[in-house]
């Protein structure tokens, strides 16, 4: 009974406080070796074209682009590009909740991970 009660206060308490804003990762510094060498702009354009609605033709496009230009590029590094470059399109769109912008980002991310490896 106990446990009941338990799980029962810890739903209650989760649903009293409100959803955390989405926090997307940053970009990575260019001037490191093994990073993919983009404008603020160019990142902005990639997420635009990830967020279009043609998912899964927009990651290979945006992935044989980058490929093409950064010959060598670890699946890692695009990986982490594309999300990178995503989040804040989602981020942006006042039409999800919180809730489900993380769930629109995590699954572009299991997406890309398919695609990608």
């Known amino acids: 009974m106990l446990r009941v009660v338990t799980l029962a206060a810890a739903a209650l308490a989760v649903s009293a406080f409100p959803a955390l804003a989405l926090d997307c ?3 990575q510094p260019t001037a490191k070796p093994g990073i993919l060498k983009e404008t603020p702009a160019q990142m902005a354009a990639v997420g635009k074209q990830l967020a279009s609605g043609d998912t899964f033709n ?3 496009s945006a992935t ?3 490929r093409i230009r950064y010959p060598g590029v670890e699946s890692a590094e695009v990986v982490n590009y594309l999300v990178t470059a995503y989040c804040p399109a989602v981020a942006a769109d006042s039409k999800l909740s919180e ?3 993380k769930s629109a980002v ?3 991310a299991a997406q890309v991970m398919r695609q990608v490896y």
């Open 99 to 101: 809730a489900q912008k």
């Open 25 to 27: 990762p940053k970009p």
């Open 106 to 108: 995590d699954g572009f």
């Open 58 to 60: 927009a990651i290979a």
């Open 64 to 66: 044989a682009d980058l």
